[in-house]
């Protein structure tokens, strides 16, 4: 009470958050190779030999070498249990990559169970497992705890076997009881920093491989967005021209033989809005397949429309027999050239659309240039449908909205009150906003 919080945790549970924590594995379990197991199956074949056959020898009681390269001579021993020792320490080592934690307590074991006579006969094993369990366990808290268990068997010596002192002189060595420690030991913790070394290795890795996948995911997204950039510009270039072409070609078949006069205007119309076409996809793939060394750096591109040329794109509207009205209100001042691109490409989709869907109405466009923001309209008093209009299915409305949203603005598109079609955009502008 009084805002003080009860912490006590009952024995049980700590000592079920510190079990936990022990055997909490601190990386990825081991997934060795084929080869791998492989060369681990030829080991514990090759070490599994030399040890029965040390076994047998011991068994036997042959001759042995002892401390200090002293002979001994060691009693007959249960061969059974020397050999059945030598078989699970050295089998085990075939699954010391798999499993190494569970190897090195297997080889522990049996290294504990060996006659103190022959501990020569598992303490290699011992010696492969120790320095598997330090380099591929992922438990490492369990197994740095589980190593100092491998010192246990060779903790005491014995006088089992009388050993012959030859005459002179005897070196001053390591006492025997020491060698173990201080061959495990150094295994051990060159294991360990063998890991640890291998495991920031394996991060610095995984954080390059990121890295690229990354960058190659923002390399993904630039193609897509650029490749729908070119979709807007061909869609947007291609379309107005075409769709002006369709209806002067049809206009002059109509008319040939009665008017050939007015057929050939017509079909003049044509073929300059074929070169128009023609000139503005040049431009366009010119931006995707630049090369200096091709053009000498001396080709200049041809500059992208904005709004001085919406009277010429008004006028060749009107050659091709559409009533098309122009009216600019306010006062013009330079813009930075993408915001009059877009809305240039504003009034020449929504033209392009009445051409289509309102074959025959009157068309008006405006542009008013704000203080705070530019606006254009298009509206037309609606039509009959032309030949086009099954073809597009609002891709390049969507494309100006995309164009539009670069730059803040917005589009909107549909049927006015009392018949035809309206297509109005607005982008705000800066105070003094100039390119």
Do not use: C
């Not at 006969?121 to 268990?149: E, I, N």
Request: glycine residues 8%; neutral net charge; proline residues 8%.
């Amino acid at each position: 009470m009084n805002g003080v919080t009860n912490t006590w945790t009952p024995p049980l549970a700590r000592f079920r958050e510190a079990a936990g924590r022990l055997t909490r594995p601190s990386g990825p379990p081991p997934r060795p190779t084929r080869s791998a197991l492989a060369w681990d199956a030829l080991l514990a074949l090759v070490l599994g030999v030399a040890m029965i056959d040390y076994a047998l020898d011991a068994a036997d009681g042959r001759r042995q070498i002892g401390p200090y390269g002293v002979s001994v001579v060691i009693q007959p021993m249960n061969a059974a249990l020397l050999v059945t020792l030598a078989v699970v320490a050295s089998s085990a080592l075939a699954l010391r990559r798999r499993y190494p934690l569970a190897v090195l307590w297997v080889v522990q074991v049996a290294a504990m169970l060996t006659p103190q006579e022959v501990p020569r006969l598992t303490f290699y094993a011992l010696l492969v497992a120790v320095y598997s369990a330090a380099t591929h366990s992922p438990y490492r808290v369990l197994t740095l705890a589980s190593l100092p268990v491998s010192l246990l068997p060779f903790g005491m010596s014995g006088d089992a076997a009388s050993p012959v002192i030859p005459a002179g002189p005897v070196p001053a060595v390591v006492s025997d009881e020491y060698v173990p420690l201080l061959i495990l030991v150094p295994i051990a913790v060159m294991a360990d920093g063998l890991r640890r070394w291998k495991r920031r290795t394996d991060e610095s890795h995984a954080r390059l491989a990121a890295l690229e996948r990354e960058r190659d995911a923002a390399l993904r997204r630039a193609v897509e967005h650029e490749r729908a950039r070119i979709a807007r510009e061909l869609h947007d270039v291609v379309t107005h021209n075409v769709s002006v072409m369709v209806i002067q070609a049809g206009a002059a078949r109509t008319i040939m033989a009665a008017e050939p006069e007015r057929a050939g205007a017509a079909l003049r119309e044509v073929e300059a809005g074929g070169r128009a076409a023609l000139s503005e996809l040049r431009h366009v793939m010119g931006l995707l397949t630049m090369d200096d060394e091709r053009s000498g750096g001396t080709e200049e591109l041809t500059p992208q429309p904005d709004l001085d040329r919406l009277p010429a794109l008004v006028r060749r509207m009107r050659s091709s027999g559409v009533a098309v009205e122009l009216a600019v209100a306010g006062e013009p001042r330079p813009l930075p050239p993408g915001i009059e691109l877009a809305a240039y490409r504003v009034v020449q989709e929504a033209l392009t659309n009445a051409v289509k869907h309102a074959s025959g109405a009157d068309v008006r466009v405006t542009v008013d240039h704000g203080t705070e923001r530019l606006r254009v309209a298009v509206a037309d008093a609606g039509g009959e449908p032309g030949p086009g209009a099954a073809d597009g299915g609002g891709r390049g409305l969507l494309g100006l909205r995309e164009r539009l949203s670069v730059y803040g603005g917005t589009l909107t598109a549909g049927p006015r009150p009392l018949g035809g079609y309206r297509v109005e955009a607005e982008i705000p502008l800066a105070p003094g906003e100039e390119p």
